[in-house]
């Protein structure tokens, strides 16, 4: 990638030796530490293909005493270090740069507790999302989040990177959701920080350093997250519209006509339907064939299957008078919502199947977001397929750049104007995914020099040898 190539390994940090691997293999026992080319060649490389770094050594800790002296151990030998989850992530930040160890989280995947009254969950950090989804499912509730990675990524990664996904709308924020966190710090030390109550105001709280750290502050152990029930009734509406300004308008009224069981307000451009239909098996359009610029995912979520159901058919009715919508059709089970859902959360796999990808995530104000989409292609012509979509309801835009293959005339139309552009607006160049590799020397496009300053203050003093994820969301000047 264009990002790592003007990177310099820092030689502060150790090249590991012979006593290394037999420490470790003393620590773990042989198969948990893995030095299988293949198997590291999988780790080494990201979801997108875009990002490699050339470690020769996987760690697979079982416990959080584990984690502590894998830590404690790179700490007093200056070995770097890269936590990783389902690796997922889609900014550089789970694999490593150059030779740092991987400490893989996946076989510390226990379920703890759960407590049916409160609905609060406690589980190890390696648990898969969609593993999670499945037991609560079966006790009657459902994750606050919900991710297109759900079959792959970890609760712990999801903690990392603060994921936001297609479920914020109405269940709020990891900030928001997430009781208590253990967590070990690059000295080894074991931070007991899991707590199970709503409120607890005894002092800072602590935790929310580690949301959202991507892996820089500690490697999260143990999570204890508050879980909705699972409501009765779910309702999905497919709608198209002709231009950007009735989606707006449409989701002011969504907002207002549909109030408390609005659960997901998802939009995509015809280009990227385009895309989900060339590229995904069994993939169709529900509505029927016409000129369609936008397609807009409206979810609902409640307790009333009459009342949830004529609630939506009228805000459709009255979305038509109005003109906002030019078709739509409302899923009638379970099949047709979540064929809907695939056309929606395919798009990413879909893109990585028509080539190279640039990715962007973006928070703007509604109202301007799609003309960063417009001024893109206008910028590009024929040169590349710009395609958007995201999460309208959260003001979050996912605008990427298609092609055949990377190509840095097209990357130098993209940037840094995209970042410009975001930060004139005053909106942030990192929404959900997190700064990772990718945008670690972009961080003043939205952050203050104040800000990004005590940022690295704290992370010196929680990880004075910087060990944990080197290269990775603070810049390289900090
Ligand atoms: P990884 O990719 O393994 O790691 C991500 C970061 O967290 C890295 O910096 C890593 O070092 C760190 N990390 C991982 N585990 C730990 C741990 N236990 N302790 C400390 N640090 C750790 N993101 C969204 O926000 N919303 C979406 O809707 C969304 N949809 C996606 C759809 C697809 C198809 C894909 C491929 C990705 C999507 N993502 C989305 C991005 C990604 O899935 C999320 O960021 C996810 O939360 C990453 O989890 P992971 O377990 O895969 O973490
Ligand atoms: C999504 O919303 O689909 C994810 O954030 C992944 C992506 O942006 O491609
Ligand atoms: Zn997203």
């Given at each position: 990638g264009t990002e790592s190539t003007m990177l310099k390994r820092n030689p502060k940090f150790s090249t590991l030796n012979d006593d290394d691997i037999r420490y470790f293999k003393e620590l773990l026992g042989e198969k948990n530490v893995v030095q299988d080319e293949d198997a590291l060649a999988a780790v080494n490389t990201d979801w997108m293909h875009k990002y490699r770094g050339s470690s020769k050594l996987m760690l697979q800790p079982r416990n959080a005493n584990e984690v502590s002296l894998i830590l404690k151990y790179c700490n007093s030998r200056c070995l770097a270090v890269v936590p990783q989850g389902g690796n997922t992530g889609l900014v550089g930040g789970s694999v490593p740069v150059f030779d740092e160890v991987i400490v893989s989280l996946g076989a510390m995947n226990n379920i703890i507790s759960f407590d049916k009254v409160s609905g609060i969950l406690?589980?190890?950090?390696?648990?898969?999302?969609?593993?999670?989804?499945?037991?609560?499912?079966?006790?009657?509730?459902?994750?606050?989040?919900?991710?297109?990675?759900?079959?792959?990524?970890?609760?712990?990664?999801?903690?990392?990177?603060?994921?936001?996904?297609?479920?914020?709308?109405?269940?709020?924020?990891?900030?928001?959701?997430?009781?208590?966190?253990?967590?070990?710090?690059?000295?080894?030390?074991?931070?007991?920080?899991?707590?199970?109550?709503?409120?607890?105001?005894?002092?800072?709280?602590?935790?929310?350093?580690?949301?959202?750290?991507?892996?820089?502050?500690?490697?999260?152990?143990?999570?204890?997250?508050?879980?909705?029930?699972?409501?009765?009734?779910?309702?999905?509406?497919?709608?198209?519209?002709?231009?950007?300004?009735?989606?707006?308008?449409?989701?002011?009224?969504?907002?207002?006509?549909?109030?408390?069981?609005?659960?997901?307000?998802?939009?995509?451009?015809?280009?990227?339907m385009d895309l989900a239909l060339n590229h995904l098996e069994g993939v169709r359009n529900p509505l029927p064939p016409s000129l369609h610029n936008f397609y807009v995912l409206i979810e609902t979520t409640g307790s009333h299957e009459t009342y949830d159901k004529e609630k939506l058919e009228a805000f459709l009715v009255y979305s038509m008078e109005l003109g906002l919508i030019s078709d739509g059709v409302v899923a009638q089970d379970l099949q047709q919502a979540s064929s809907v859902w695939r056309i929606r959360e395919g798009i990413p796999e879909a893109l990585m199947k028509a080539g190279a990808v640039y990715k962007y995530d973006l928070s703007i104000p509604v109202e301007k977001m799609y003309d960063l989409v417009d001024e893109m292609r206008n910028r590009l012509g024929s040169s590349a397929r710009v395609v958007g979509y995201g999460h309208l309801g959260d003001g979050n835009l996912h605008l990427n750049i298609s092609c055949p293959q990377y190509d840095d005339k097209v990357f130098t139309q993209i940037e840094p104007f995209v970042y410009e552009w975001t930060s004139k607006n005053r909106g942030s160049i990192s929404a959900e995914h997190g700064v990772g590799l990718m945008k670690a020397e972009k961080i003043f496009y939205s952050k203050s020099p104040g800000a990004v300053q005590l940022m690295a203050s704290i992370k010196n003093l929680l990880d004075p040898n910087g060990i944990l994820n080197p290269y990775k969301v603070l810049p390289r000047s900090s």
């Open positions: 406690v589980c190890e950090a390696g648990c898969i999302l969609e593993s999670l989804v499945n037991f609560l499912d079966q006790q009657g509730f459902i994750m606050p989040l919900d991710l297109g990675a759900k079959g792959s990524c970890q609760i712990g990664g999801n903690v990392s990177t603060n994921a936001g996904g297609l479920r914020l709308l109405l269940y709020g924020s990891l900030h928001g959701n997430v009781l208590g966190l253990e967590t070990v710090l690059a000295t080894g030390d074991v931070l007991d920080m899991l707590g199970t109550l709503r409120k607890d105001n005894t002092g800072y709280d602590l935790k929310h350093l580690f949301i959202g750290s991507e892996g820089s502050l500690g490697i999260v152990t143990k999570v204890s997250i508050l879980t909705p029930p699972k409501l009765p009734s779910v309702n999905v509406a497919f709608l198209a519209c002709h231009d950007y300004s009735s989606c707006q308008k449409l989701l002011f009224e969504a907002k207002l006509k549909l109030g408390e069981i609005l659960s997901a307000f998802e939009f995509l451009d015809e280009q990227a």
